[in-house]
């Protein structure tokens, strides 16, 4: 199994990115997605998941309406569109995997993870 994650950058405060995940090694219809983040001297942290079918998300407080998680199933890639973006979300984005039917959200559950990309966000 390999998540590839893409899409971070160098970006100034209220702009926009979206991060993406490619999934390959897995059949991706059946797997629930997440995002976590991790910024310097932090530990991991929950930011969004959607379940196999994408009928259900869930987001962290600090990210509720400003990220939008979505997926392909049928280009195996999971989204993350991160608007108005705020100094705090400068971290390393992770992308994550799981056998699951609903949304799952706690770092533990997860057995797949990408190698993360970088998100800077200039005040």
């Known amino acids: 199994v390999q998540l590839q994650a893409s899409g971070g950058g160098l970006v100034q405060a209220g702009d926009s990115l979206r991060l993406s995940c490619a999934a390959s090694?897995?059949?991706?219809?059946?797997?629930?997605m997440g995002w976590f983040r991790q910024a310097p001297g932090k530990e991991r942290e929950f930011v969004a998941a959607?379940?196999?079918?994408?009928?259900?998300?869930s987001y962290a407080d600090s990210v509720k309406g400003r990220f939008t998680i979505s997926r392909d199933n049928a280009k195996n890639t999971v989204y993350l569109q991160m608007n108005n973006l705020k100094p705090e979300d400068t971290a390393i984005y992770f992308c994550a995997a799981e056998v699951a039917i609903g949304v799952v959200t706690t770092i533990q559950s997860y057995d797949y993870w990408g190698q993360g990309t970088q998100v800077t966000v200039s005040s």
């Open positions: 959607i379940s196999r079918g994408s009928g259900v998300t």
């Open positions: 090694g897995l059949t991706f219809s059946r797997y629930a």
